[in-house]
Structure formats: C-alpha cells, structure tokens
C-alpha cells in the first residue's frame, strides 16, 4: 500500500535532498563479483578509517541525496541498506575535522573502506541555522559556534548551557545549579528574553512567561548531535524575540544513530545523573527513539548579606537593613502620629532581621531535573520524513527575575509533528507548561512577618517588633543611655521577637503561606498555559547561475491560564494571543562562487502591537585555494516582542499591583509626591500642584535593534584556525517597569481618590486607586560595540590549543546620569584551553576569566567581582566493551564565582562516570 499525503505538500517538498559538502572528494568502486539476495535492494557494510588507519567511529554514512543513513560503532564500522533501482548509490561519508569523501557504487558491496584526510581547512562542518538551510560553517553571513557531539560529551557543567561560557561572545548567568540564562553582545539577563532557544527548532520557552528555564526541560546530552549558536540579530528568519541571537539544539536522528547509550555519573554535592537512549530501525522505513535522564545533587544556596541599593539604612545599622538575600526583612518607619512613639525615633525607619535562604528553603535545597521523550520517524520516500514525537520534562531549581522564586516541579508537556524534505518542512508543535508547588521567597518571608504571634491572635510580628523597638528604646533613654547604645538596645530586643526558624509556628506557616496562590495571602506560584506553532519553509533553486531562494511563514498562538493568580483572566477563561509572519531569503553566488550575496526579510503581525519589518543583508567573500579565507559582512535589524507577562500580568499582592500594559497606558504620580502629606491636603482646593508629579506611560510597544557586523573565518595559515567580528548596535524602546499610583483602568488618579489611597496606604483591594508596578518602553536610545575573537591550533590529534576574548563596550555618552541599561555585560572576558586524543584516551581543560561589572537586575542591582573557573575532562574508551570511563571538574579551583548579583556563589563539582554504547 503506497503511503498517503496531500498533492500540495508532496510538490513542496518532495524535491530531492540538496547535499552542501564544501570539501568533497569523489571515489568510484569496482563493482564486485559477490550477489546480492534481490537485483534492486541490498546491504552495503564497510569502516570508515582515518588517513593513517585508525577506525573513526561516530561517523556519519548517507545515501546522498536522501535521509538513509547511519553511523559508524566504536570500530568505525556500518551497515547500511541500499536500492540500486535507479542505478549506482552515491555514500556522502563525513566526520568533524576530516575531509567528507562521496562512494560511488554500483551495486552492493559488504567490504566498502573508506579513508578520510584530515580537512585542509580544518572545518568541513555544515550549518543549518544561520539561514534556515544547510551550508558550509566558513560562508555563513553572520557570526555563528557549532559544538559538535565530542565537544558537548566535553562539558563538565551540570548544566550543558553554563558550559557555553568557554565560547566567545556568550555570556552565562547561573542563579542556581540547572537554571542558566545564556546572552551574546550585552544586556545579559536571568531569564534570556533576548535569545531564541530551540531544540529541533522547536521553541523551549515556558509560554506563560517567555523565558527558557536553561536545559532543564531540554534534551539529555546523550541526545544532542550538535549545538549551533547565531550571535546578534535573527529577527529577519526566525522572527520575535531573536533580538540577540539563537541557539539551536539538534537532536540525533534515530536512523542515523542507533543503539543503546547509556551515562551514568555520580560526584560531589550528591551529585547522581543517569541518562538513556535507544533508537532503532525497526525496518527500513520505521525507526523510533526513546529518551531519559534523571539528575539530582544539592544546590547552592545564595547567601549575600550586603545592603540593597534601595535600603534606607546602611550594613550594620542597629536599626536594621535590607540584605540581597534575606527574605522578609520588613521595614517601617516609626509615625509621630501614633500615641508613644519615641519623638527621636518619628520618620525613622526600622527593618527586621527576616530569613535567609537557607532558612527558608528549609532542608529543601536539592535541585533535580526528570526528561522523557519519544519519537517515531517514518520514510514516506527516501527523501521525504515524518517525525512524531512527545515530551515531558520538569525540574526543581532556583530561578532569578524580580525576586528569587523555588521551582519546585516546574515542567512542560511538548508535542511534535514534522513533514521534512531537503527542501522544506510543514511543522506542527504544541507546548503546555506548569508550577508544580514553585513559591516566591521575597512574598514568603514578607507574609510570615504578616502573619499573627498566635493563631486566631490580631497582633502581626511586624507589630510586635515595632512596639517591642520602641518601648525598649524609650526605657533605655530614660535610663540614660546614649542614643546609639539605646538604639542597639532596642535592636536586641525587638529582633529576639522575631518568629525563630526552630519554632514549630514557622514550619507551620512557612508551610500555609507557601502551598496559598492567592496573591497577598500566600507565596504559591501557578500557570498553566499553552503555546500553539504551525511553520512551513520551502526552498528553490532559481537558476544555475547560483540563484536561491528560501520562503516560509509561522503562526503562533498562545493560551494563557493562571486562574487568576499571575494574569488578567479572573473570569476563568484563558486569554488567546497571538502573532504570525512571513519571511523570505535570496542568495547568489558569483565569482566562481567566491562571492556569495544573502538579502532576506520578515513581516510580523501581533494581536497588540503594529506589525514589525525585520531585514537582513549580508555578503561573503572567499579568498584562497580551498576558499579558506573567507571575510563577511552584514546589516540587520531585530526585534522582542514584550512577553506575556509584560502584556496581561496582574498580580494584586495587597501592598500594590503588578499589572500588564497593552491597552491605553497609564496616567498617574510619581511617588515622591507622597512623602508630603501637606501636599495632598493643598491638592484637595487646588489640583495644579499635583503637575509637577504626573506620570505617564504609553502602552507596550516592541523593543528593537539595529546591528552592522563585519568579520573573518578561515585558517590563517595550516592547521591555525580563527573567528573574528567586529559589531556596533543601536538599540530602541527598551522595556522597563516603574512603580507609582494610579487607576486600574489607567486614568488619572482625582486629588479625591488621592487623599483617600494615602489614608489606607493603598492596599484596599476594593478602590481603584493602587499602586501600579507598569511596564513600559524606554525613549532613550542606546549603543554599543564589540569584538570576539576566537582562535584555535590544530597541532596534532593529540594536542590542540583553542582562545578566545570578548570585548563588550557600552556608549554612555548620550545617556543621562544615573540612566539604567541594564546592559550587565563584562567589558573583557576570555578563555584558553587544550584537548586532544591520544589512543583511546581523550581529554580538555579550559580556563575562563570573567570581568567584574555592574549588573541592574529587577531582584537587585550592585556588582560582581572578576571571576574565573577551571573546568576539566577526561575519558578513556575500551572498544571492546563500548565503555568510556570519565571523570570530570567544573570550576576544579573552588574559586566561588558569583555570575549574577543574588545569586548562589558556584563552586566546585568533581563527578566520575561511565558511558556504555551499543550499536
């Protein structure tokens, strides 16, 4: 029975599979003597050999022109089925380092001996992302890493992203052992809201809050064939939110490598990580894959106990301050107005001693990841695939933004349908994202201090505290006491009646508070939303002359749930967003192919914001021989939609609301109006003083840069490898957040309602009056400039030489004093290291430094210091057992680095493992 699909789909895409192999011999066997079981099908077995007859294994076998392939065992040998219908079979065989060489045969043949050269250039890789088709790594437009499958094996992280940090141009932010934000050429962030990641070009961001939670809910290292990143703009080709950049996880296909893996790892900090995968072809046309990993350690713990910026009192002060990472160290200032107080104590202000983290997080501080996934593949033809597959993956971990947050089985569900050809793709896929029982530390340490000294009791520990402080400082003045020992006095005292952490009250509480959604009453986070994407490409080749063009469109949808707790949708039905666009791509090769031209550009439409034009011209030059040096330069520009939460957050905490910003914008008053009550006494018969307070904020618009590049990628001389850039960005409408008072429904506040908010310090959940935490854009533009650099000396198999720097600068010469950028970006940065292989034994070590800088961050803003890691691997292969023994360090000094202000100091992680493969 032949296989169905639609007429319209199979004109797509049923083209034959254009192979892109820059460096490609091409060898003819003798048709052999042997016969084969039927004249049209048989079996082609052989080994793939280096130059000087070392077997290779993990290289890659395909009947060119078509998804038939496969991958050499740990003896460097295949097996591969074969049709010889319509005549001689053309292998494409290729490994990374090596020249690809292409078999011809014309007829099957089970002694086939392949031997390839090391490359003369040194990459013959290919890349699928920075053009959304295949080509060669050295005539990409545009700035671009690949990691291949031994380098990921390399990585001795815990987390494969935070590994990243030895490329050049990447920064990475670890806010807690599995929770690592990934950015390139400044404005790093937590949550990368500013990078696209992918796995298989599907999205990984959780939709309710458009942010990727690292690899946490990615794929096991067993299952990556590579990494791609595209540094920069990629808005022109993959459209919202690839303002600086892309990562592109591939996943191995189950035709191709098939087998048992198996990754077992056990080390310090209890550290245990188990990883699986099996794929089989289970005929020639049917193929599945199963995935699973489980990870486990103990997690640091952030622990800094410096002042806030936005503290009134300073480190030390007896009355109290507030710490990076102490969590409900609640202040108030001591009012005249209240019958008792102290007359030196009136305007003060006073804060609690609050919990660490630690403390809060109890004996809870292990982190965990769980991942599971599986997938079918089936060959409608040779060169036309189809792909299901589903996945579920969750984790417990710590993650950064506003406050620091306990995700405690966060996860999503995914699901995948793809049509692919070598010519285009019709793709299907569905994500579904959940809280598990994650909770807010900031929300929880504030609400236990809330909370009443007994049950069914109306005095809060917030109280007892105050009157506590101040009846102590009263009796020790009368005493005669100085004020600075009658302060620490009153200190002493009144932080004794705070709620101690061994009390079976807090456990209680801790508990209550934690497991309540309710805004203001509880910590509880919770969503649960859904993010629909369609997307279909099709490429052309427009002439022999070098014309190619490559067409393709997206839809996406989001369903955004949270009950009420985190969006606007209080009446129970999801609220439905949505954008789509459209993008093309036309390329020319002239000169003897020397020169290659790329102009390419998308249309975005959006529910709530005008549609966005993204361009992107770039041109290439090759010079040499072998075209190994090859020099590039580009213009694009880009954009970030603003994310879910910016757009329908509402989040009434009691204290103020947390309110998105798509409808008319805001009208309202800056705070410092409130510090004189006179003031709005005055406005009640004469509002025109009230002007100089005004605030006002449009709606959400997207934000967006502009970007020119230059650069050069080839080999410098033999075996000397270099990647070098040079960028200058301007950036537009930055999204920022601003506290003031106004209306729900974005008026302006009536001097009436003014007077009546200040009396009950807005926190009636009942009055329209509140206040608002907005987002809004920034008018201010802002520019900066940078260089990588990346060179790597290929000396021999067993010892190769790799560096690179990162130059970030920011241009604060139009900017006015004081002006947040949040750009959080080191100026220098740089790595060195060494690999090799020698017999069955390979190894790396590399050696990060990180510039100290200043990093705004919505939790907090302050700097870190110079940093730097030393991580290291070494693995030794038995063949005959398909095992590798390993043992691996990150940060193998123990420096301690601080990557993001309030987050964990990251120390050492030593592990020993075993890998076990079976083809």
Do not use: C
């Amino acid at each position: 029975m032949k296989p169905f699909y639609p007429p319209v789909l199979a004109a797509l895409l049923l083209p034959t599979l254009a192979t892109s192999a820059p460096f490609v011999s091409t060898i003819t066997l003798p048709t052999p003597r042997t016969t084969t079981p039927t004249p049209a099908e048989g079996s082609l077995a052989g080994t793939v050999l280096t130059d000087t007859g070392e077997p290779l294994p993990g290289a890659t076998v395909f009947i060119k022109g078509s998804f038939i392939g496969t991958s050499t065992d740990q003896f460097g040998k295949f097996t591969l089925n074969a049709s010889f219908e319509k005549g001689p079979v053309t292998l494409a065989v290729s490994y990374v380092g090596y020249d690809t060489r292409e078999v011809v045969l014309d007829a099957p043949q089970l002694t086939i001996n392949v031997a390839l050269p090391p490359s003369a250039t040194l990459l013959n890789e290919t890349v699928v992302s920075a053009s959304r088709i295949e080509e060669n790594i050295l005539r990409a437009p545009v700035t671009i890493e690949k990691i291949s499958t031994r380098q990921i094996e390399r990585i001795t992280t815990p987390e494969v992203l935070s590994g990243l940090g030895q490329l050049k141009g990447l920064d990475v932010s670890s806010a807690s052992m599995l929770f690592t934000s990934v950015s390139t050429r400044g404005f790093n962030t937590a949550k990368s809201e500013r990078v696209v990641q992918m796995v298989d070009y599907m999205d990984t961001q959780l939709p309710s809050l458009n942010l990727s939670p690292g690899n946490l809910v990615g794929i096991p290292e067993l299952d990556m064939e590579s990494i791609e990143i595209i540094h920069g703009p990629a808005s022109a080709l993959y459209g919202s939110n690839a303002l600086s950049g892309v990562i592109l996880f591939n996943s191995k296909d189950p035709f191709v490598y098939e087998g048992l893996s198996v990754r077992l790892r056990g080390g310090e900090r209890d550290l245990l990580d188990g990883q699986i995968r099996y794929a089989k072809k289970l005929t020639d046309k049917l193929a599945i894959k199963i995935n699973a990993s489980a990870f486990r350690a103990d997690d640091w713990v952030a622990n800094n106990m410096d002042a806030v910026r936005t503290s009134v009192n300073p480190a030390g002060s007896p009355l109290g301050y507030s710490a990076v990472n102490r969590y409900g160290d609640y202040n108030y200032s001591f009012n005249a107005g209240i019958p008792g107080t102290h007359p030196e104590l009136a305007g003060r202000t006073a804060y609690m001693p609050g919990f660490t983290e630690k403390e809060l997080l109890v004996n809870d501080t292990n982190t965990s990841s769980y991942r599971a996934q599986g997938a079918i593949s089936y060959l409608l033809r040779d060169d036309l695939k189809l792909t299901v597959e589903a996945k579920h993956a969750e984790g417990t971990s710590t993650y950064q933004n506003v406050s620091r947050f306990r995700v405690k089985g966060l996860g999503t569900n995914q699901y995948r349908a793809e049509l692919k050809s070598g010519k285009g793709f019709l793709r299907l896929y569905s994500t579904e994202d959940f809280t598990g029982n994650s909770y807010e530390l900031n929300q929880l340490g504030n609400l236990i201090q809330e909370s009443p000294t007994a049950e069914g009791g109306s005095l809060s520990y917030v109280q007892q505290h105050y009157g506590v402080y101040n009846a102590a400082y009263t009796q020790a003045r009368r005493a005669g006491q100085p004020m600075d020992a009658a302060l620490a006095i009153a200190q002493k005292a009144a932080d004794a009646t705070q709620l101690q952490t061994s009390d079976p009250r807090f456990a209680l509480l801790r508990t209550t508070i934690s497991e309540d959604g309710q805004p203001g009453r509880g910590a509880k986070a919770y969503f649960n939303s859904f993010l629909n994407d369609v997307s279909g490409q099709r490429s052309f080749h427009l002439s022999d002359a070098g014309t190619d063009l490559t067409v393709g469109a997206a839809y996406r949808e989001y369903r955004l749930g949270s009950k009420g707790l985190l969006f606007a949708d209080k009446d129970g039905k999801r609220i439905r967003n949505y954008e789509y666009g459209a993008y093309s791509q036309l390329t020319q090769t002239l000169l003897d192919e020397r020169l290659k031209l790329a102009l390419a550009g998308r249309v975005d439409e959006f529910k709530n914001f005008k549609p966005a034009f993204s361009p992107r011209a770039a041109v290439v030059y090759s010079l040499g021989k072998d075209k190994q040096h090859n020099f590039r330069a580009s213009y694009g520009q880009a954009f970030r939609s603003p994310s879910q939460t910016e757009q329908y957050l509402y989040n009434d905490i009691r204290s103020g609301v947390l309110i998105g910003n798509v409808g008319n914008g805001f009208q309202g008053y800056n705070l410092n109006l409130f510090r004189s009550p006179q003031l709005l006494a005055a406005a009640q018969t004469n509002p025109a003083v009230l002007q100089p307070y005004e605030y006002n904020i449009n709606s959400l618009n997207l934000e967006r840069v502009n970007t020119v590049e230059v650069g050069y990628k080839g080999a410098l001389i033999s075996n000397l490898y270099a990647d070098v850039s040079y960028f200058r960005s301007r950036y537009n409408d930055f999204i920022g957040a601003q506290t003031f008072v106004g209306n729900l429904d974005g008026s302006r506040p009536t001097p009436q309602q003014l007077a009546t908010g200040y009396s009950s310090a807005y926190s009636d959940q009942s009055k329209p009056t509140r206040v608002l935490y907005a987002y809004y854009n920034n008018n201010q533009q802002v520019r900066t400039q940078g260089v990588t650099a990346g060179m790597t000396y290929y000396i021999r198999k067993a010892f190769n030489l790799t560096g690179n720097y990162s130059l970030n600068v920011l241009d604060r010469s139009n900017l006015p004093e004081g002006f947040q950028t949040f750009f959080n970006t080191p100026k220098h940065k740089y790595n060195v290291g060494a690999n090799g292989q020698i017999g069955n034994l390979s190894y790396s070590v590399n050696y990060r430094w990180v510039q100290g800088h200043l990093q705004e961050m919505p939790f907090a803003t302050g700097s870190i210091g110079d940093y730097k890691t030393t991580d290291a691997y070494l693995g030794y292969t038995v063949p005959k057992l398909g095992s590798t023994f390993q043992a691996g360090v990150s940060n193998a000094f123990n420096t301690n680095n601080v990557q993001l202000f309030g987050g964990p100091q990251v120390g050492r992680l030593a592990y020993l493992g075993l890998r076990f493969d079976v083809k």
